[in-house]
């Protein structure tokens, strides 16, 4: 996906600022996905919290993937999509007896639970409903993703997970519950992970772990790494699709699968970032006393991660193909943190000129916002705008 490839002419007719998913770069990355798994007792869930726009799914239902699930409303998402129950998994720290009955009356595949009150509440729920409801306990394992602290989970401080020290407690009352079927473990250390090394460092300590389980005479079904695998936000023409050779590789390789067991991951922004885009038109140019500011009309309410998380994402110009400027790229969000570039060279702007901010279709559009009561934005895809 470079300048080039972008309907330019078609986006000329829209209204702005609008969201743009390239549905061939989504089919490319699947692909790759499938190609790389094949073969293999891998099963892929995608993390719907990255992206719930419902051709973007169906794309992601086509291919085989499964999903992951961190509220009621994700739930139903994926299996209004068509993903089968038998391929969700619900995670959460905080899940209502609403969503956990929505899991239960679907009999999803399993539920990743992060402490012991809810895993007495899901027992008494499922025994209302004389089910047994099938549960992997998220053990927090204290491994560094190497990654920006607000998207950092797998360490002792964070509020995810069952922490190594209380394991055997849990283990002792899970195996005593009625109604609670434990067949898994989950992980999930992060995300925008680009340091493969922490995957690596993952893969020994679910060794590890695994091995205590048998200690204790458990056997376990499935183990399940999460999600976490970083793009590049810097080049995505160039990357468009992430490593996931490498990624799949250091996992068959370090982490000892037993006989019949699966292996699942909860892939999100590395399955969708590289097929989205916001665009934008530039409203005004203004001069300021030592810069100039190219005022788009959108801003964090669209794209709230570099206002969030001091995130880079990719500026091109489609419009305009003048010697490079730079500008302080800004919404018109009254708020200072409003400020998508600082600094940034693009192509010579002009009011009018249509804007792509990159890398947008992870959590882009889910996050988007109606502060300062603006629209939520439309969507559209490669197909509803191909000739
Ligand atoms: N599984 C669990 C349990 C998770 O918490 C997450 C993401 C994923 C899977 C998917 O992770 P991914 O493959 O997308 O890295 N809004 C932030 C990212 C928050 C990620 C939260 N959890 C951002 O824009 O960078």
Redesign the pocket.
């Known amino acids: 996906m470079t300048k080039a490839n972008y309907p330019v002419n078609k986006f000329k007719a829209l209204q702005t600022p609008f969201y743009y998913y390239d549905l061939e770069v989504l089919r490319a990355t699947l692909s790759e996905i499938n190609a790389q798994t094949a073969g293999k007792s891998f099963q892929v869930h995608y ?1 719907l ?2 992206n719930v726009n419902p051709l973007v799914l169906k794309t992601i239902k086509d291919a085989g993937l499964g999903a ?1 699930c ?1 509220s009621g409303g994700e739930v139903q998402a994926a299996l209004d999509a068509g993903i089968p129950a038998s391929k969700v998994v619900f ?1 959460g720290v905080g899940k209502a007896d609403w969503e956990i009955e929505l899991g239960l009356d679907n009999d999803i595949f399993c539920f ?1 639970v992060e402490s012991i009150p809810e895993l007495e509440v899901i027992n008494e729920m499922a025994g209302a409903k004389g089910k047994i409801a099938r549960v992997a306990l998220r053990i927090n394992p204290n491994v560094s993703a190497h990654t ?1 602290h ?2 950092t ?1 797998g360490l002792n401080e964070n509020k ?1 997970g069952i922490n190594l020290t209380d394991l055997d407690k849990v283990t002792d009352l899970v195996l005593t519950l009625p109604h609670i079927k434990m067949e898994g473990i989950h992980f ?1 250390i ?4 680009t340091d493969m090394s922490s995957f690596e460092d993952l893969s020994v300590k679910v060794n590890e772990i695994q091995e205590h389980f048998e200690s204790r005479g458990v056997k376990l079904e499935h183990i399940n790494v ?5 793009i590049n936000y810097e080049h995505p023409n160039h990357f468009p699709i992430p490593d996931f050779q490498s990624y799949f590789n250091i996992f068959s390789k370090h982490l000892t699968l037993r006989t019949g067991q699966t292996l699942h991951f ?5 399955v969708v970032a590289q097929c989205g885009s916001l665009i934008s038109k530039v409203l005004y140019v203004k001069e300021g006393t030592s810069k100039k500011f190219a005022i788009l009309d959108a801003g964090f309410t669209e794209l709230i ?1 570099p206002a ?2 001091q ?1 880079y994402h990719r500026i091109e110009n489609l419009t305009s193909e003048l010697p490079e400027e730079k500008y302080d790229v800004v919404g018109p969000i009254c708020e200072s943190s409003d400020t998508f570039a600082k600094d940034y060279s693009m192509n010579a702007t002009q009011r009018g000129d249509l804007i792509a901010l990159r890398s947008a279709g ?2 882009g559009e889910i ?1 988007a916002s109606q502060y300062n009561l603006r629209k939520l934005p439309k969507a559209y895809t490669s197909d509803d705008l191909a000739i």
């Open positions: 993390a919290k990255a992951d961190v995670a990743n920006h607000y998207i989970t995810f999930h992060g995300s925008q992970i999460g999600g976490g695998l970083g909860e892939l999100g922004r590395a991660r969030l998380y995130a992870a959590y996050m």
